[in-house]
């Protein structure tokens, strides 16, 4: 079925911070375990001392970088209508830049972010910095992640955790669809709760659900509500 566009509510936001994996590639954010300490390994020459060597991106990370479901449909119609897009990651540049292969190419990246890390806010600020934002008022964040979605709530964003794509639901997209409803009803509902719990301002599954998830954030903006 074709997700819905965004509707011209919807697209009254100031700016849509995206986590990267997890959010608009690698469905169930597998990059991180598949990378930690995979880029780097010891080797002996000639009987000398071990020494470490990057030995570059592993294989694996190719299937990672495939775009999750609604995500290119929901760049397009943020990007049409202009509103400022960017991405976040925590992964080596090198790997998070493997991982956008298959995103739009006008899509801002974020630098490494030079002071405090997650949940600290300073990652959000900078990105919205990047993309030229002066204000935070209607600053929007989607991630799976709940540490980022906390740097995101530090920052005064409002937020959308991703309860069946992002780490909590750590499914690869392949391995979810072959769940059955109960499974996968198991763990979307404890993610979503643990999401909640966080202070998430709302939980949706994956960004297909996302234009309905901005409309609705834009009626309790209407009414005078403030992340």
């Not at 690698?26 to 020494?51: C, K, M, Q, V």
């Not at 509103?83 to 974020?110: F, G, I, N, R």
């Not at 997650?118 to 990047?130: F, G, Y």
Request: overall charge negative.
């Amino acid at each position: 079925m074709p997700q819905p566009a965004l509707s011209a509510t919807a697209h009254s936001f100031t700016a849509v911070l995206f986590g990267l994996s997890g959010c608009l590639v690698d469905f169930g954010a597998r990059s991180a375990s598949l990378t930690s300490g995979r880029h780097l390994t010891l080797i002996r020459e000639g009987g000398g001392p071990a020494r470490t060597v990057d030995i570059g991106v592993p294989r694996e990370l190719d299937n990672c970088a495939e775009p999750t479901p609604g995500a290119l449909v929901t760049l397009r119609s943020l990007h049409e209508d202009g509103v400022p897009c960017a991405w976040l990651d925590e992964l080596p540049e090198a790997l998070a830049l493997k991982l956008t292969t298959q995103l739009p190419e006008w899509l801002a990246s974020t630098p490494a972010c030079t002071r405090r890390n997650w949940p600290a806010p300073d990652a959000c600020w900078q990105a919205l910095s990047h993309l030229g934002i002066d204000r935070l008022e209607g600053c929007v964040l989607v991630s799976g992640e709940p540490r980022l979605l906390q740097a995101g709530l530090n920052a005064g964003l409002w937020t959308v955790g991703l309860a069946a794509c992002g780490s909590l639901g750590g499914h690869a997209l392949a391995e979810w669809q072959t769940l059955n409803g109960v499974q996968r009803e198991l763990i979307r509902a404890e993610a979503t709760l643990a999401l909640y719990r966080l202070g998430a301002h709302s939980v949706i599954d994956q960004l297909t659900d996302l234009p309905a998830c901005l409309d609705d954030l834009q009626i309790r903006r209407s009414k005078g509500e403030k992340p």
